[in-house]
């Protein structure tokens, strides 16, 4: 009687047993190199819509298995962040869940399905029918999973999704250290954006042939006179043994045949009479893969791509071989209601801002964006510095958080690369904003010598970068007072300057003075080219003052003129990026009104103030002379 209570036990607690026995697999960066796409091969299915939601704030959740079901959950959107649906959950940096039941048709059976989820901020853990799948840190890449074991053909499956947005050192970027003074803020970020918690970007199914499927696609364009070159090295699981390339664009065709020997193959396809990707002439060509196994075709993938070179001489950057100076600025994806979530009229919103006012280039200050943004780039013809979400990197106190801060920095690298590395319009890599050395000081005169320590951090970071993609430019983002040291590691200098706002505040004479000798004692130095990655004055949209005073529109406008001027001076400033695009939301403090960041040319719902109009007849007759 008791064996027998004992085996209805086990039974019973098998699911569960089964359950808390299996790991959390870490995602791995290589499952993240294309992006889902449907073709005769391939299905995908998008789970953006309304989810089921519920916070966790005493983190029981799998202790009870809420992974099993959510029971008293309510609605919420994604993509789209927690904190802008709900009167609750606005400054909520903790632990929630997320669940979906969604169809598999019995089609797909003999598939190999996978599960990609475009970002969750911070942390998420993700089960599948209540079985353990995989786990994945840092908010603004994707991760996937193959889930075909777990799936349940011809019947409604259960994704269900942990996130935890807790705002801690050792993460990246930082949060929950005191900053100290003025800078201070709730939520507290080391950073000044909003912390925006949940799925922020769709949630794709999609299926890869089981027999062979291609499994990575690297690009490397150039070309010699007016012959472009194309070298494709594509990576097959399965049972492939050859394929062929095809290039196709401006009403010609040309092919090339791979064969696999260890799961790779490579093909160099020349394209007489180039037509360059530039801003002029933003021209994509399709390269199309298939793969094959000696008799049948098994799987298929394209890519739209332009071929461009960049590079650099002591002064300037040089797309396709010629100078380009970069025009534009650092944005932020944010929008009202939104949050962090990809909203796609504001996606196409922000291109068409960026063409009105004469722009040719931003950052993704200060993580990776959306997908969606890097391909309207491509067709746009938008140069963008990539950058990682490593903001307000600092370097004293704990060991322990300051390694697990250059770990995941590494993994950032590789996924961001893995991710983005066929985009034609990705030019520069940025592996840090504003790292902070202890003791700043806002003197360039008393800037201090850097750590070694952190300079080999630094240089570590770099050749990574270098190695996984040798063909970009790289840099990292220094603040004011930061180390020349770290800046001499970069193939393009990039700083932010706030002379005449945060120093001198009121008098841009006094700030453009300072900058105008800074950028002649950086170059000397580093003989490279310089970009001001940020400059810029907080203004109220529809305050005036004559003279100009701070926060008023007339003294961001004669801000962002004078800092221009001091640039038009120096034939090593490669480029002027203004701060902001957009204002954006951020934490609350006693130097952010309304918690917001006004720096934005645009207002937060894309209304030009009088900088923006200035910038568009400055950059539109510009380009014209
Ligand atoms: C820089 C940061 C940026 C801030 C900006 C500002 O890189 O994230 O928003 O200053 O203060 O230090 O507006």
New binding site residues.
């Given amino acids: 009687m008791k064996l027998l209570k004992l085996k209805l036990f086990i039974m019973l607690c098998m699911p569960v047993l089964l359950a808390f026995a299996q790991e959390f697999k870490l995602s791995d960066p290589k499952d993240i190199a294309l992006y889902p796409q449907q073709n005769e091969y391939r299905n995908t299915l998008n789970l953006s819509g309304i989810w089921n939601f519920k916070k966790d704030s005493l983190n029981v959740g799998e202790k009870e298995q809420w992974f099993n079901g959510l029971k008293e959950s309510r609605s919420i959107a994604v993509p789209g962040s927690w904190n802008e649906q709900f009167e609750d959950t606005r400054d909520y940096m903790d632990v929630a869940w997320y669940e979906k039941e969604t169809y598999i048709p019995n089609s797909w059976k003999g598939e190999r399905v996978f599960i990609r989820i475009g970002s969750a901020n911070y942390t998420a853990k993700i089960w599948v029918n209540g079985v353990p799948l995989g786990k994945h840190e840092g908010g603004h890449l994707p991760f996937a999973f193959e889930i075909s074991a777990l799936l349940k053909w011809d019947a409604n499956n259960r994704v269900s999704i942990q996130i935890e947005n807790v705002l801690k050192p050792s993460r990246v970027p930082t949060g929950g250290a005191t900053a100290g003074g003025f800078f201070n803020s709730n939520p507290r970020a080391n950073?000044?954006?909003f912390p925006y918690s949940g799925l922020n970007r769709a949630v794709l199914l999609y299926t890869v042939p089981s027999t062979a499927f291609i499994r990575d696609v690297t690009l490397k364009t150039d070309f010699n006179s007016t012959t472009g070159v194309v070298e494709v090295k594509v990576e097959q699981e399965g049972k492939a043994t050859k394929g062929k390339v095809t290039i196709s664009g401006d009403n010609q065709k040309y092919e090339a045949n791979i064969s696999f020997s260890g799961g790779k193959a490579t093909a160099s396809v020349k394209i007489p009479n180039v037509r360059l990707w530039s801003p002029d002439d933003p021209f994509l060509y399709t390269v199309s893969v298939t793969i094959e196994d000696g008799k049948n075709t098994l799987d298929h993938f394209s890519i739209e791509t332009g071929v461009r070179t960049i590079s650099t001489n002591d002064k300037q950057i040089l797309l396709n071989g010629k100078p380009i100076f970069l025009k534009g600025f650092?944005k932020h994806e944010d929008f009202p209601i939104f949050g962090r979530g990809t909203a796609y009229p504001v996606i196409i919103k922000d291109y068409s801002l960026l063409k009105w006012v004469g722009a040719n280039s931003y950052r993704t200050?200060?993580y990776p964006y959306d997908e969606e943004y890097m391909n309207m780039a491509d067709r746009e013809g938008i140069l963008i510095i990539d950058e990682i979400p490593a903001?307000g990197l600092y370097f004293h106190g704990d060991t322990t958080e300051l390694k697990l801060r250059q770990e995941i920095c590494k993994q950032y690298i590789k996924e961001l690369i893995m991710r983005d590395k066929n985009h034609p319009s990705v030019v520069m890599w940025s592996i840090a904003?504003?790292p902070f050395p202890p003791n700043i000081s806002l003197s360039p005169k008393d800037v201090k010598p850097a750590d070694p320590k952190s300079t080999a951090l630094f240089a570590a970071l770099f050749k990574l970068v270098k190695d996984l993609d040798p063909t970009r430019l790289k840099t990292l983002?220094g603040?004011m007072g930061g180390p020349v040291e770290w800046l001499a590691l970069s193939d393009v200098v990039c700083i932010?300057r706030?002379w005449g706002w945060?120093t001198n505040p009121g008098d841009i004479n006094a700030g453009t003075a300072l900058l105008s000798k800074e950028l002649d004692d950086l170059y000397d130095q580093l003989k490279k080219p310089i970009i001001v990655t940020?400059f810029?004055a907080?203004t109220y949209p529809g305050m005036h003052a004559n003279p100009p005073e701070m926060f008023t529109e007339e003294y961001q406008t004669a801000f962002i003129k004078a800092y221009l001027d001091v640039a038009d001076t120096k034939s090593f400033v490669a480029g002027m990026h203004v701060?902001?695009f957009s204002d954006f939301k951020?934490g609350q403090g006693v130097i952010r009104f309304g918690g917001m960041?006004y720096?934005g040319v645009f207002t937060r719902d894309r209304r030009p103030k009088m900088a923006a109009h200035y910038l568009r007849s400055r950059w539109l007759k510009k380009e014209k002379e």
Avoid: L, M
């Fill in positions: 950073f000044d954006f650092g200050s200060h903001v904003n504003e983002v603040v932010n706030y945060y940020e810029g907080d701060w902001a951020t960041n720096k």
